[in-house]
């Protein structure tokens, strides 16, 4: 899975980023109903070179030294099954998507493509012409 998908889907379930290097940190605030409390759910990914993406589930861990209620680290638990569950249909679709998908199902619109491409500037000549570039994809 690329990246930024990636980055997306966990912030679409409720994680937000707060570090990232060759390791992203999420956070995930889970707030206790009856006290009001925020318990930060730190959770680690790893982003190799070629592109696979690890999440460490079981090095998952609440900020701060703060005394978590069990109910809370249920919670968590079971946002983490959630994850895990999202994540596995994810790859799925992923590897389906692979093996399915082209830019051109026919030659016809292969051909298209080409004559819709032949006329796009290089990104030096954009540069050149003092415009930024789509980012590398």
């Known amino acids: 899975m690329e990246p930024t998908k990636m980055h997306q889907q966990l912030?679409?379930?409720?994680?937000?980023?707060?570090?990232?290097?060759?390791?992203?940190?999420?956070?995930?605030?889970?707030?206790?109903?009856?006290?009001?409390?925020?318990?930060?759910?730190?959770?680690?990914?790893?982003?190799?070179?070629?592109?696979?993406?690890?999440?460490?589930?079981?090095?998952?861990?609440?900020?701060?030294?703060?005394?978590?209620?069990l109910h809370i680290q249920k919670a968590a638990l079971d946002k983490l099954i959630e994850l895990e569950q999202q994540l596995c249909e994810w790859s799925q679709m992923t590897l389906e998507g692979a093996q399915n998908s082209s830019m051109a199902q026919s030659m016809d619109e292969m051909k298209k493509l080409g004559d819709e491409m032949k006329d796009l500037k290089t990104g030096s000549e954009i540069i050149d012409k003092n415009q930024i570039p789509d980012p590398i994809q």
């Open 11 to 69: 912030v679409e379930l409720g994680l937000e980023r707060i570090h990232h290097a060759i390791t992203s940190t999420y956070r995930l605030s889970i707030i206790c109903e009856e006290t009001g409390a925020v318990y930060p759910l730190l959770v680690n990914t790893v982003t190799y070179e070629q592109g696979h993406h690890i999440i460490n589930f079981e090095e998952a861990e609440f900020a701060g030294d703060k005394n978590v209620p």
